[in-house]
């Protein structure tokens, strides 16, 4: 069983400009998550994929936006940067419906706007 | 909304000595609560969940709805459970979870 995973691990853009984030989720999950976290805070939801649709949003404007593949994995778009984007992105996946399983997550992106 | 709060930043203890780590939320519904543990270089890690009632590495959480927490406990701290903890909450109709700002535990020797 292959654990979730994310890339990039670190990234830096400018103010204004467009990032996608990737996760591959664990083997056998169906469900994908997506939190921020800033410095010193704990992670905020920002939306849910199950099978392909969003399944619930955060507090975050429509300029986060993300898809999910058939295989289940995950980007996560964010367009016209802002400084406060400046945070590590974490990726959680799991197996909604019979037998739900907890979320497992992974390392993160870390990204800096500048 | 629901919300999870933890108050403390920062525990420090010596190695040996119980610890508490503080956790309250305010949810409408009936919560289902979890405990995070991310430890040095490592990636968040589900540590126990209230319907389960597990101890896990010494520690147990238990849900009390009259004071709406959900305290984890130790009776004896370890050097290696120097981490930083996350209380979290899932609602069970979105199934997001919605995450305290931490409490980072030291044990010292």
């Known amino acids: 069983e292959t654990g979730v995973t994310q890339s990039p691990t670190h990234l830096i853009k400018t103010r204004g400009q467009q990032v996608t984030l990737r996760c591959s989720s664990q083997?056998?999950?169906?469900?994908v998550s997506w939190y921020q976290q800033a410095l010193g805070q704990g992670p905020q939801f920002i939306f849910q994929?199950?099978?392909?649709?969003?399944?619930g949003r955060g507090n975050f404007p429509p300029r986060f936006s993300g898809l999910q593949f058939p295989n289940y994995s995950s980007e996560l778009n964010v367009n016209a940067l802002e400084l406060d984007d400046s945070a590590l992105y974490l990726c959680?996946?799991?197996?909604?419906?019979?037998?739900?399983?907890?979320?497992?997550f992974g390392q993160g992106t870390r990204l800096t706007v500048v | 909304a629901q919300r999870v709060t933890q108050p403390e930043k920062l525990l420090s203890v010596f190695k040996g000595a119980p610890v508490e780590l503080k956790c309250n939320y305010s949810?409408?519904?009936?919560?289902?609560l979890f405990w995070y543990v991310q430890y040095s270089r490592q990636r968040l890690q589900l540590l126990l969940r209230?319907?389960s009632r597990e101890s896990i590495k010494g520690f147990t959480a238990d849900l009390n709805k009259g004071e709406t927490s959900f305290h984890l406990k130790k009776p004896f701290a370890q050097e290696e459970d120097s981490a930083m903890y996350y209380c979290?909450?899932?609602?069970?109709?979105?199934?997001?979870?919605?995450f305290g700002s931490g409490t980072r535990l030291q044990v010292q020797p």
């Open positions: 994929y199950y099978r392909e649709e969003e399944n």
């Open positions: 209230h319907i």
């Open positions: 979290a909450l899932r609602d069970t109709g979105r199934r997001a979870l919605t």
């Open positions: 959680a996946s799991s197996r909604a419906g019979q037998g739900d399983t907890e979320a497992f």
């Open positions: 949810y409408s519904g009936s919560p289902e």
């Open positions: 083997s056998g999950h169906n469900t």
